[in-house]
C-alpha cells in the first residue's frame, strides 16, 4: 500500500511539473462543497433510511477556526450559469432543492464565510428522541450520507485527492477504525449507550477525537474548535441496535451519581500530580482539562479501568469518574 501511495504522489507530482502553465479567470475554493456529491447523499439518505425510518435530513455548519462568525452567514448553489440561494435557519442548518442545470453545471455549495473556516456535517433526527439523547441509527446515517456527501475536509490539500481513492461511506462507517467524528451540543464530560437493559459508558479514546490530537495536529481536524464537544459514536458495532440511545453529561454540569468523591489531596492538578504521577492530559481551549488514569481491570480479558478527571480553569477538579470496562456483549442465538 505504501508503494502504491508513493507511486501515485511521485506521477502527480511529474505530471503538475510536466504541464503547460494555463491561465485562469477565476476559480472556486477547492474546499467549497460539490452540489452533485450532497445530492449524492441526500440520495444515500433515502436509500438507507431503514437505520432511521421516520427522521428527517438536513445539514449543518459549524465553526472551524476560533475566529469563525456563523451569525449572518449565507450560502448559494453556483454553477457556470446558475445562482441559488439557500435558506439557512438560526441554527446554522438547511436543506437543498434539486435543481437539474446546477447539477448538469457541476455547481458548488458556496458560504460567505471561507468554506476553510468551517465544518459541515449532516444532521439526521427522528422523531421522539428525549432532549439531550441521541439515537445511533441516526448517527449511524449521518455517517452514511456525511461521506458520501463530501462533508468531511481538512487543510492538507496536498493529500485531499489521494483520500478519495481509499475513503468510501462503507469503509468509514462500518468499520471500528473509521473514525467519524460526531459533535455534542455542549463540551462533553461522559456518554452512555443504552439499548433495553444493556448499558455502556464510551470509553475515552472516544472522546474528544481519540485524545491524541496536539497542537501540531489539531488544524487538520475539523474538530479544531469543537474538540470537547466532539465523540465517536460505535455505529460499526452492530450489538448495539438502531433503536441505542447516547446520553450526554456535560462538563458544565454538577456531579454525578456515577462519580467518585474528590478527597482534598487530590483536589488540584499540582496534588494529583504529585500522588499519582503523569497522566494522559488534554487541554481544551475553554481552560478545561481531562486527565486519564489507567489501572488493570477487575477481569483479566478486560481492557484497562479508567479513572478520569475533570479539572477546571483554576486547576481545581471539577468531578471524577473510575470507569471499569463492561463485560463482553454475547449475541442472543436465533
Known sequence: MRT??????????????????ITVAATR??????????????????????????????????????????????????GDTVSLPVTVAPDHSFTLERNQQAAKEDAALIASSKTSTLTWRAQVRSPGVPEGMRRLGDLRLECMVGVEAGLL????QMFAWLGELFTSPERVCNHADGNYLFFAERPVYAITLRDGARQATLPFKALYAGGTQTPSTLPYCDCQVL???????????????????LSFEDM????????????????????MQAR????????????????????PASRSDAPPAEFTILFGPDGLARKARLREPPPAHKKSQP
Open 153 to 156: 475536509s481538512n487543510n492538507a
Open 276 to 295: 499519582l504521577g503523569t497522566a494522559d492530559e488534554v487541554k481544551f481551549d475553554s481552560g478545561y482539562q481531562m486527565w486519564r488514569y489507567t489501572y
Open 4 to 21: 502504491l501511495i508513493f507511486s501515485l504522489m511521485v506521477a502527480a507530482s511529474a505530471a503538475a511539473q510536466d504541464a503547460p502553465s
Open 29 to 78: 475554493d477547492p474546499v467549497d462543497k460539490s452540489y452533485r456529491k450532497m445530492l449524492a447523499g441526500m440520495d444515500t439518505f433515502a436509500r438507507r433510511q431503514a437505520l432511521a425510518p421516520q427522521a428527517t435530513l438536513r445539514f449543518q455548519l459549524l465553526p472551524r477556526l476560533p475566529t469563525t462568525q456563523l451569525a449572518g452567514l449565507t450560502l448559494r448553489v453556483a
Open 227 to 245: 474538540l470537547d464537544r466532539s465523540y465517536y459514536a460505535p455505529i460499526w458495532d452492530r450489538s448495539w441496535s438502531d433503536d441505542t440511545l
Open 252 to 271: 458544565d454540569s454538577p456531579p454525578g451519581a456515577n462519580d467518585s468523591p474528590i478527597a482534598a489531596g487530590y483536589a488540584s492538578t499540582a496534588h
